[in-house]
């Protein structure tokens, strides 16, 4: 089985992935292994038709190599999906559908369709996060100083939801970030999750807000860093972490895709959380894990053991 780590430029990925049919061989290799197995009953017996699709014994359905994945049905050739993968995984900050189209050749509206799909696969893993844990809160939102003063909503700077969604964030210090929008920051609604994706005695540090009050009845060893008095790194006491992360959520939000709306902002936090938990490897590993994810084959795991 070839080794996608290895494409270590956009060259090289290039001159590999050089026919349609190479892209197909691949992705079945990656998919199945020797073993091509049903995407609809879960069978193994199964046979190769004339026409490169496969047909299943046990329960009569025909099926491709694309079946049941991102490439399914699009008449977008798979060299050009490789090459958005690949695009994707190694621009840092995101890459623009305006961008993406003039790179692979494909009209904006299918760059954007891409962008849109390959998001999509971007999970969040479920593993809790433990040792010394960093949570904050941002408001995403319209920039209300943009705005005509008479679209202006009363109180809308700084916290209020009514135009800026929430997020909760959590980082591991050197490990994992998780982040979610959250329909407000209060207490009801950040416990359960903080109690979800932290191991109990975590040693937590938050900003001063009320929310997190709690901490220490349910089992956290709790540090706040009081930011209105300007004190904010004493000792272990900071959260320049996680703030280091929405500095980068923000860059890639204003500065590549410049608006995203509510409907689709978590698969953008999705994306950049994948770019932060897997910032230590290198393109051609991203790319190996996008394949993974992809082919439904994708295991976390690696990022750790190979950064
Ligand atoms: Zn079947």
């Not at 207490?187 to 009320?210: C, G, N």
Request: glycine share 8%; with cysteine; proline share 2%.
């Amino acid at each position: 089985m070839i080794d996608l780590s290895k494409f270590d430029s956009l060259v090289s990925l290039v001159s590999y992935f050089d026919t349609e049919e190479r892209c197909k061989r691949v992705l079945k290799e990656q998919r199945w292994g020797k073993e091509v197995c049903c995407p609809i009953c879960g069978s193994v017996h199964v046979y190769e038709r004339g026409d490169g699709r496969f047909g299943c014994y046990d329960c009569n359905h025909t099926f491709s190599v694309t079946s049941g994945t991102i490439f399914e049905n699009t008449k977008i050739p798979l060299r050009k999906w490789f090459m958005a993968m690949y695009l994707i995984s190694s621009h840092k900050k995101g890459i623009s559908s305006v961008q993406l189209s003039l790179d692979i050749k494909v009209t904006q509206k299918t760059a954007w369709f891409m962008l849109h799909k390959i998001r999509h696969l971007y999970g969040q893993t479920l593993e809790p996060l433990v040792g010394k844990v960093e949570m904050d809160e941002m408001y995403l939102g319209g920039k209300e100083t943009n705005k005509d003063e008479s679209k202006k909503v009363e109180g809308t700077q700084g916290r209020s939801t009514k135009t800026k969604t929430p997020i909760f964030g959590m980082v591991e210090r050197d490990g994992e970030v998780k982040a979610l929008t959250v329909p407000n920051t209060r207490q009801k609604t950040l416990m359960p999750i903080i109690k979800q994706y932290v191991y109990e005695h975590s040693e937590v540090f938050t900003d001063e807000l009320s929310s997190y009050s709690k901490l220490v009845e349910h089992g956290y060893t709790h540090s706040i860093v009081r930011h209105h008095q300007k004190e904010y790194v004493v000792g272990d006491a900071y959260t320049n972490t996680i703030e280091g992360f929405w500095a980068q959520f923000r860059r890639m939000v204003y500065g590549i895709y410049h608006f995203v709306s509510k409907k689709y902002l978590q698969r953008y936090i999705d994306e950049e959380v994948y770019r932060w938990n897997t910032k230590e490897a290198d393109a051609g590993v991203r790319f190996a894990y996008m394949f993974g994810m992809c082919t439904g084959t994708f295991d976390y795991g690696m990022v750790k053991r190979v950064a």
